[in-house]
């Protein structure tokens, strides 16, 4: 099974900017999509971006215009640029794997906007 791991998560400012990473273990082309999910304290986990294979995009619509997804099949790593953060964006950030339904995730990262 496929082992993602996130990096780039911590406390920022509102109105900064971060960058988070995943690295699957495996050539990420196995899989249908690519994606970064989140999830906050007493709220379900939900779609921030997901890229498919073909290299198309999906934002939810709380993130459009601020954050980015990216692929780089070469290095089988996905990033999600943030930018304009505000409260509302801190969760814990989880990378997955979709093959048809099935998902893997990875173990989360945290991002916290606060001054």
């Known amino acids: 099974q496929v082992q993602l791991v996130e990096s780039g998560g911590g406390l920022v400012q509102p109105g900064g900017s971060l960058t988070l990473s995943c690295a699957a273990s495996?050539?990420?082309?196995?899989?249908?999509?690519m994606g970064w999910y989140r999830q906050a304290p007493g709220k379900p986990r939900e779609m921030v971006a997901t890229?498919?294979?073909?290299?198309?995009?999906d934002y939810a619509d709380s993130v459009k215009g601020r954050f980015t997804i990216s692929r780089d099949n070469a290095m089988n790593t996905v990033a999600l640029q943030m930018s304009s953060l505000g409260p509302d964006d801190t969760a814990i950030y989880y990378c997955s794997a979709r093959i048809l339904r099935r998902f893997t995730w990875g173990p989360g990262t945290q991002v916290t906007v606060a001054s």
């Open positions: 495996e050539n990420i082309f196995n899989f249908n999509a």
């Open positions: 890229i498919n294979v073909g290299g198309v995009t």
